[in-house]
């Protein structure tokens, strides 16, 4: 099976990130991205969830790499 094509963006800034309170809708977050565009991301709770743990995860790992100071 072929795998899926990649979108490679590069983003420039985190503009603001959106969520409800309660989880109830969506959660957007928007970004600069090279070329001057704007690009908003729009995901369910529950991928903002695994987001969440995925960027916690990268975080701890990078923090064992990083001298304490």
Request: net charge negative.
């Amino acid at each position: 099976m072929a795998e899926k094509p990649m979108i490679d963006v590069a983003v420039l800034k985190v503009k603001h990130i959106t969520v409800s309170a309660d989880g109830s809708t969506e959660a957007a977050i928007a970004l600069e991205v090279e070329g001057g565009q704007d690009l908003q991301l729009w995901m369910a709770s529950d991928v903002l969830t695994t987001l969440e743990a995925m960027l916690a995860k990268a975080s701890v790992e990078q923090a064992k790499h990083q001298p304490i100071q």
